[in-house]
């Protein structure tokens, strides 16, 4: 079911349903969206398939046609990236009208990096766990874990005003990229701190690091350094994180 059939007839939108599966009477983001071009001028008559989970989908055959997708590994020849559909919606506008409400100047900001979130990668553990080593540079958490044992790494939640107010954001990638956890960061003026991944969605060939934000190893082992590079030149990084 999150992997589904469209056709387009005639300037007009179709979607196919699994026997047995309850017919939407509500168009999701996507559709919407979908439907906003089809207003703009006729396309062609064509038949695609759009994935809705957070990756390319592990661990099946992939289909013999193209799928249209939102994040996937950068040798996936077969996904088309398009743009998920929170970052199409009303979740969207939210998150940039926050951002926009707790904007605060560079000068500002603290010298500490921020971040929270879920369990949905193991990297993300070892983040927390650089938190209790270097927590003068450093303060991350899970805002939510699926067990008690994780209990020591737990946080409460951030406000869009605290996050603003940090100079770092690190960002990790967590069931496949963390949408729209990315774009936001990279407009929040703080400077987004994003470890190297062969995971992509479709804005990703047009930003450049250390021009746009500074990278990260994969294994997050250079991450208090590039903190404490950070602190050091904060011109550059201002720029950055203006870019």
């Known amino acids: 079911p999150m992997i589904v059939r469209y056709r387009i007839i ?39 398939i759009i994935s809705y989970i957070d990756a390319f ?7 013999k046609a193209p799928l249209l997708v939102s ?5 996936e020849s077969n996904g088309i990236l398009i743009p998920d559909w929170r970052s199409i919606g009303a979740w969207w506008i939210s998150d940039i009208k926050s951002v926009k409400r707790a904007h605060t100047p560079w000068e500002k900001k603290r010298q500490l990096a921020l971040w929270r979130g879920g369990l949905t990668n193991t990297l993300r553990l070892e983040l927390c766990k650089l938190s209790f080593e270097h927590p003068d540079l450093l303060d991350s958490r899970l805002s939510s874990a699926p067990s008690d044992e ?10 869009w005003e605290e996050f603003l107010g940090c100079k770092y954001l690190p960002y990790v990638d967590g069931v496949m990229c963390a949408a729209p956890a990315l774009q ?26 250390n021009v746009h934000y ?10 208090i350094g590039q903190i404490l590079w950070a602190q050091e030149h904060d011109t550059e990084c201002k720029v950055m994180a203006e870019n």
Do not use: H
């Open 57 to 63: 989908p592990f661990g099946m055959e992939p289909p």
């Open 214 to 223: 500074l990278p990260v190893k994969c294994d997050l082992n250079d991450l």
């Open 10 to 48: 005639d300037n007009e939108l179709y979607r196919y349903f699994l026997d047995g599966e309850a017919i939407s009477l509500k168009d999701n983001q996507t559709e919407k969206a979908i439907k906003t071009v089809l207003q703009r001028g006729p396309l062609p008559n064509m038949d695609f």
């Open 150 to 159: 994780w209990d020591l790494l737990r946080g409460e939640r951030c406000s």
């Open 184 to 209: 936001w960061r990279l407009l929040s003026g703080s400077l987004t701190l994003k470890p190297d991944s062969e995971e992509i969605q479709w804005f990703y060939r047009a930003l450049e690091p």
């Open 71 to 75: 994040a996937k590994l950068k040798g």
